[in-house]
């Protein structure tokens, strides 16, 4: 399942075992496993692919940080 979003806010995750990158803000698609959440964007002429927990995702949600477009939830 997919829809979009807009990060809003400070939205960060680990870069594999490395350090810890943010995602720009702006609009972002959302795609929802069983096991995470992805986030994709483009930021000028890169494109940007995150893969964060669930729970993780959700704090995002429940802080402000991302904004989900339309009257569509994801759920867990």
């Known amino acids: ?3 979009t979003a807009h990060i809003v806010g400070n939205v960060e995750y680990r870069v594999g075992d490395g350090p810890v990158a943010e995602i720009p803000e702006g ?4 795609t929802i496993t ?4 992805t986030l994709s964007w483009v930021d000028e002429d890169a494109h940007g692919l995150a ?3 669930i729970d993780d995702f959700h704090r995002f ?4 940080k991302i904004k ?3 009257p ?3 759920e867990s």
């Open 72 to 74: 569509e939830k994801i």
């Open 34 to 37: 069983e096991a995470d959440v």
């Open 1 to 3: 399942m997919a829809q």
């Open 61 to 64: 949600v429940n802080e402000g």
């Open 27 to 30: 609009p972002v698609e959302v």
């Open 51 to 53: 893969a964060i927990p």
């Open 68 to 70: 989900l477009d339309g």
